[in-house]
């Protein structure tokens, strides 16, 4: 929905609201008009039913509203001597049009003085839990989410297993676009396995200012821009159509910003024609050739866990020289190279056109790619039938109101023959540091601003599936933070300490409040 459309639906609520509750407004000593005046309805609302004023911000949070509104309809029949059972059921089942029966068939009297207090032990438990997932809803949506690693793209800088705090302000929180999901889930409901969401309506795209914007070798996570899985790991083949906010969560590292100029010559990537510099923390790897003396006795699958190899060995040729290995750090081939009986160690360079290649061009490969310039929102990028492969799908599905396409020659959009665009939004190119095997924008392209979901910023729990006992918890990663100079640094121990602390104090106040008593 456009945000014209949203305003008309939005005005609609209002009259909607007026119409089923200004008896109500008269019987709580309020004029009937206000029912119906935008926010403020919500305002005067507050103050019938006794709750703060501040509630009426919770009813214009996407989401939070979900639950907020139900709670306003109950707490108005309840200020209106409503407060059976069934008034209750009643009130939420029917989405809150029974407001409208009472307000134009039922003679009730205002109750200005209710008891604010739950009557009942359940009531005042589903109070708490409903205050709970509010806040956490808030804090989940526009502060800090937490976030799983679940494939090795990212190795060894981020693990498989590692549990990430995600900040949502860093780069400005992102207001949902789904407006009706469940609160603190992604795509799917747990348990039940079932969609979490109604693809319909959709919110415009807004973002709330941040404190910086994303640099070059930020790792970011972003929602998968070509994603149309029915779930994450379904090897059924099912696919869907989903909004930005309910595609599949990606993390990477961000190599190219607007304005960029990218190249991947046989597999070194270049940034505006420098070589990138990684930070120090940064442990990228590849594939790389091993070729030794076959007379040599060497036990690779030992070497290969000494020098912490992703993938270990993919296969072994004809000859029984030569080693693939798929996933490999710089200094973990210069270990290799030092030890008897092995001839070279070498980085593996593909050649071959790859057909999943990003824009399809035949002489592109995961290793050999562009140049490409990414764009930059309010930039003008020339277009022609050459390079119309690499921006096609920007402007078509990322860019709304566009139907560019090549006819002959030249370029077209919505019927009319163009040979420029000037991009709406800002745009970047995300890899993963395991790049033999990692599906990154090599394969899908850019990730437009509006897919960009926050910054990880430390690493609470790091979980080694493959380890037993205690040893499947990765002690020296707990409370690590994610980027920074130098290389990471556990702070557990000082949680430990703090926590110390805490109950120290805790049982020292309360001793000494007990001797007060």
């Not at 409208?100 to 209710?114: A, E, G, H, K, L």
């Not at 780069?171 to 992604?186: D, I």
């Not at 990138?276 to 030992?302: C, G, M, V, W």
């Not at 092995?342 to 399809?360: C, L, Q, R, W, Y």
Request: aromatic share 16%; with cysteine.
């Amino acid at each position: 929905m456009s945000l014209y459309q949203w305003f008309v639906f939005f005005l609609i609520v209002q009259v909607v609201h007026g119409l089923g509750t200004w008896k109500l407004y008269q019987k709580a000593g309020r004029k009937s008009w206000e029912a119906f005046i935008p926010v403020y309805n919500s305002i005067v609302l507050m103050k019938i039913i006794n709750r703060p004023t501040w509630w009426t911000l919770l009813l214009f949070i996407p989401i939070v509203n979900l639950i907020m509104f139900p709670v306003v309809w109950v707490e108005t029949l309840r200020s209106f001597g409503k407060n059976s059972t069934a008034d209750t059921w009643l009130g939420f089942l029917t989405l809150g049009f029974y407001i409208y029966y009472i307000n134009y068939t039922q003679d009730v009297t205002y109750i200005s003085d209710r008891s604010l207090q739950a009557k009942t032990k359940t009531g005042d438990t589903i109070s708490s839990i409903l205050f709970a997932v509010v806040v956490a809803t808030i804090v989940h949506t526009y502060f800090i989410q937490p976030f799983t690693i679940p494939t090795s793209s990212l190795e060894k800088t981020l693990l498989i297993g590692d549990f990430l705090f995600v900040s949502k302000y860093n780069y400005g929180a992102r207001t949902p676009m789904t407006a009706v999901a469940a609160p603190m889930v992604h795509d799917t409901i747990p348990v039940i396995k079932t969609k979490s969401y109604l693809s319909w309506p959709q919110l415009p795209y807004f973002r709330f200012p941040g404190y910086e914007k994303i640099e070059r070798n930020d790792i970011v996570v972003f929602n998968w821009p070509a994603d149309t899985v029915y779930k994450f790991f379904d090897t059924s083949g099912r696919s869907v159509v989903k909004p930005i906010d309910k595609k599949s969560n990606y993390v990477k590292r961000c190599i190219g910003v607007p304005g960029d100029v990218i190249q991947i010559k046989n597999a070194e990537l270049f940034v505006n024609n420098k070589v990138l510099q990684l930070p120090e923390r940064a442990k990228p790897q590849h594939a790389y050739f091993l070729t030794y003396d076959a007379n040599t006795s060497i036990d690779f699958e030992y070497l290969l866990k000494q020098v912490n190899s992703t993938e270990g060995a993919g296969f072994i040729n004809e000859s029984k020289d030569t080693i693939y290995i798929k996933g490999l750090t710089e200094e973990g081939a210069n270990t290799l190279r030092s030890i008897s009986g092995i001839k070279s160690v070498t980085k593996a360079v593909f050649k071959k056109a790859e057909p999943n290649i990003f824009s399809g061009n035949p002489t592109w490969n995961s290793d050999n790619i562009g140049p490409i310039s990414i764009p930059k929102a309010g930039e003008t990028v020339t277009l022609t039938k050459d390079n119309f492969s690499i921006y096609k799908r920007l402007i078509n599905v990322y860019e709304k109101g566009n139907d560019a396409k090549v006819v002959g020659n030249d370029v077209y959009n919505n019927g009319k023959k163009i040979n420029s665009y000037t991009f709406q939004q800002n745009y970047y190119w995300m890899m993963g540091d395991n790049r033999s095997n990692s599906e990154d924008s090599r394969y899908w392209g850019f990730v437009p601003e509006d897919h960009v979901v926050g910054k990880p910023i430390f690493i609470w729990m790091s979980w080694d599936s493959n380890a037993s006992g205690l040893n499947k918890i990765r002690w020296d990663r707990l409370f690590t933070t994610v980027s920074g100079e130098g290389q990471p640094q556990s702070y557990f121990k000082y949680f430990l300490g703090l926590l110390a602390l805490y109950f120290v104090g805790e049982h020292f106040w309360k001793k000494r409040k007990a001797k007060q008593e």
